[in-house]
């Protein structure tokens, strides 16, 4: 006898925004040590005039995000990508991923993702975002809740009922 496919709950909008700011956070504890260290970014006590001066300002927010040689599109573009990649690949989501028991799937099969589908998938998220986000809203209004990214990759999140909770469910309530 075959074992009955596992209820499949798609992860909606909310829960993954819990899991990005996770993610994030947990980017910006590890990196941000590494980029102090390689650049002396200013902080709050350096910023000069930035507060009562817009070109000042506009300048300081300019520099930020400009990169500026080998080191800063490592740092920035290159060492996240492959981290989260490399997370998808392991473990089939990021660590904010684990938090809230999501997990991302095949959307066809619900097995193991490719990796030209993680490529693609991470792609996914500039187009996502330079579409001021509508890409990730989507997410939202979506019934298998797909965002862009996941619809261009072929993809779900999804958390898996996992067997002991079935068993236990299918049986019924407890027995006095």
């Known amino acids: 006898m075959t074992e009955p496919a596992p209820k499949v709950e798609y992860v909606g909008f909310w829960p993954r925004v819990v899991a990005s700011v996770i993610d994030m956070l947990l980017s910006a504890f590890l990196l941000t040590p590494i980029i102090n260290a390689i650049y002396s970014r200013p902080g709050p006590a350096n910023l000069g005039g930035a507060f009562s001066d817009p070109e000042a300002a506009s300048n300081l927010l300019l520099d930020a995000v400009t990169p500026h040689g080998t080191a800063d599109v490592l740092l920035d573009y290159v060492i996240p990508a492959a981290v989260v990649i490399l997370f998808w690949l392991a473990r089939q989501a990021t660590p904010g991923k684990m938090v809230i028991g999501a997990r991302?799937?095949?959307?066809?099969?619900?097995?193991?993702?490719?990796?030209?589908?993680?490529?693609?998938?991470?792609?996914?998220?500039?187009?996502?975002?330079?579409?001021?986000?509508?890409?990730?809203?989507?997410?939202?209004?979506?019934?298998?809740?797909?965002g862009w990214h996941d619809k261009m990759a072929g993809t779900l999140v999804v958390r898996t009922q996992r067997r002991d909770e079935r068993s236990t469910n299918d049986q019924g309530p407890p027995k006095s």
């Not at 509508?134 to 997410?139: E, M, P, Q």
Request: hydrophobic share 45%; no cysteine.
């Open 104 to 146: 991302i799937v095949d959307a066809t099969t619900l097995g193991k993702p490719s990796m030209g589908q993680l490529l693609v998938r991470y792609l996914g998220y500039y187009v996502g975002f330079f579409s001021l986000g509508l890409g990730f809203f989507w997410v939202g209004w979506d019934a298998r809740k797909q």
